[in-house]
């Protein structure tokens, strides 16, 4: 099994935002679904133009909150509910790219978002590196195919043939799409062998057969080509279909690197979560039926219970299942909805040993949704292990901790002195509890603090942060390297003294 070796979330830094605006994975950051709404409130931008240009602001905010910028970006995606929304997308996204030779690849597709929210994007970026844009002589391409660092993303490539048209014939132009992906993996440096992910688009099915094989004939080796994702979404009346692709040079297992999850492709083309290397992130799964979008329950038990079976789906589309779940977080309306959510998780992890850690956080969703669910696993690793804190216990049904694979997660941990059960005095006496228990739990996960990647501490007063940075740099004392440390400002269930959460890996 591939070894994780950073993870940490970024988080918008408003209070009252608690939902995170992306993750980086080994260098990968990977922001899924950002939406132009207000981060506290939730409420959507007025129109469709301003809800780009304000999803565009929060992709922004996620490369500087991840210690990059938006020249790191590789790889983006819009999704609008109407083809004849497209077209508003590029104005702003070229004025964020002004330079036509230095922009990511780009593409838009059409599918169901959530009431009320008319554009969402997903980006990949690498940090560290810059893009630059390759092309294939003779076949022009609005969007571009850049190489950043060893990775090449391409938009969506057409069967054009260089310095020529398009093909009438499908089965033609199918061969010939492939060919421009394999002519550019060349002009990269890159060969069938380091295809990480291939994707085709058609507005119907009716061509997919067609262009399954011409995809075996134009890589016939089924060892090394990936499996061909097919996606039902609008492609101008010019083509038949078209196909992107993601490659990594050099990479042993590219395939094992990257791969977006799809809980309904056949007709919703919009990724749920991604596979970053050994984990898989899921950021917002919600109630809603993955096919129709249609909720079928308004009350938060059997939205809890729908989410948790779309968890379900999304972690087998993922090669996992729930043996390998490490985190699950919950977003509600309002954190007093807990005790159902209690219930609910309960009856999903019956073994009261074997259940991951999990919180929930209160957020504004959109109309009619009583539950957003981001989870964290890792595909091709054992069972996880749960974690105990000799002495102190949960109130809610959840374990202190957990590894799964070499990642070490935890729940909210608190400022309750173990065995006693005595509760601290004040948000500085919380703090030094809550960093012990950490440390703690990390000593039974077989690690310690310098393997620790983040810390999210959850405060109820801006004026606990100070605290909260002052008890991590005692408890770090000299190291060099500290792990990223997230303030998150909500109101909180319980009392308003800071709790702590952490990832490591060992």
């Known amino acids: 099994m591939n070894k994780l070796d950073q993870f940490f979330e970024m988080y918008p830094n408003l209070p009252g935002a608690t939902i995170p605006l992306g993750v980086c994975v080994d260098g990968l950051v990977y922001a899924n679904g950002l939406a132009g709404i207000d981060l506290v409130t939730g409420v959507p931008a007025d129109g469709l133009e301003a809800q780009i240009h304000m999803a565009l602001a929060h992709l922004r905010a996620l490369m500087d909150n991840a210690g990059g910028s938006i020249d790191e970006i590789g790889r983006g995606v819009a999704y609008v509910t109407k083809a004849e929304d497209r077209d508003a997308v590029y104005g702003p996204w070229e004025a964020m790219f002004p330079d036509e030779q230095d922009r990511p690849a780009f593409k838009v597709l059409v599918g169901s978002l959530p009431p009320g929210h008319l554009v969402h994007f997903d980006g990949l970026a690498i940090l560290g590196q810059r893009r630059k844009r390759t092309e294939i002589a003779g076949v022009p391409a609005h969007d571009p ?13 057409h069967g054009i043939v260089p310095h020529g048209g398009v093909p009438e014939d499908t089965e033609a132009e199918a061969i010939q799409n492939f060919e421009n992906i394999a002519a550019l993996l060349k002009l990269n440096g890159c060969s069938a062998r380091d295809l990480v992910q291939v994707t085709l688009f058609g507005n119907s099915a009716d061509y997919f057969d067609d262009a399954q094989k011409a995809y075996e004939r134009v890589f016939p080796d089924a060892q090394t080509r990936p499996p061909l994702h097919r996606l039902i979404t609008f492609v101008t009346a010019r083509f038949k279909i078209s196909v992107e692709m993601i490659a990594l040079r050099g990479a042993d297992c590219p ?14 083309p919009i990724p749920d979560g991604a596979r970053l290397g050994p984990l898989l992130v899921a950021s917002g799964l919600n109630a809603a039926d993955p096919c129709t979008g249609a909720l079928d329950a308004a009350d938060p038990a059997a939205q809890l219970r ?18 390998q779940l490490a985190r699950a977080t919950f977003h509600m309306p309002s954190v007093d909805d807990r005790t159902v959510l209690n219930e609910v998780w309960s009856e999903h992890f019956p073994d009261a040993s074997d259940r991951p850690p999990h919180k929930y956080a209160p957020a504004k969703l959109p109309a009619g949704h009583q539950v957003r669910l981001q989870i964290l696993a890792v595909s091709d690793a054992g069972a996880r292990r749960t974690l105990d804190i000799p002495g102190l216990k949960h ?3 959840m374990a202190m901790g957990a590894c799964t694979g070499n990642l070490v997660t935890s729940s909210r941990l608190f400022g309750t002195r173990a065995f006693t059960a005595e509760s601290a005095r004040s948000a500085t006496e919380a703090c030094e509890i809550a960093f012990a228990h950490a440390g703690t739990l990390l000593q039974r996960a077989g690690t310690d603090w310098s393997r620790t990647t983040q810390v999210t501490a959850f405060i109820g007063d801006p004026a606990q942060a100070g605290i909260v940075e002052a008890e991590l740099k005692r408890t770090l004392g000299g190291a060099r390297s500290a792990p990223r440390l997230n303030i998150v400002v909500a109101s909180w269930a319980g009392n308003s003294n800071p709790r702590i959460e952490i990832v490591a890996v060992n």
């Open 395 to 397: 109130m809610d049904p």
């Open 255 to 268: 395939q094992e690197r990257f791969r977006e999850i799809f809980l309904c492709p056949e007709s919703r």
């Open 145 to 157: 195919t850049v190489r950043i660092g060893d990775w090449v993303f391409t938009s969506r490539v």
């Open 306 to 323: 729908a989410a948790l079976s779309n968890m379900e789906t999304f972690l087998a589309q993922g090669g996992a299942n729930r043996t």
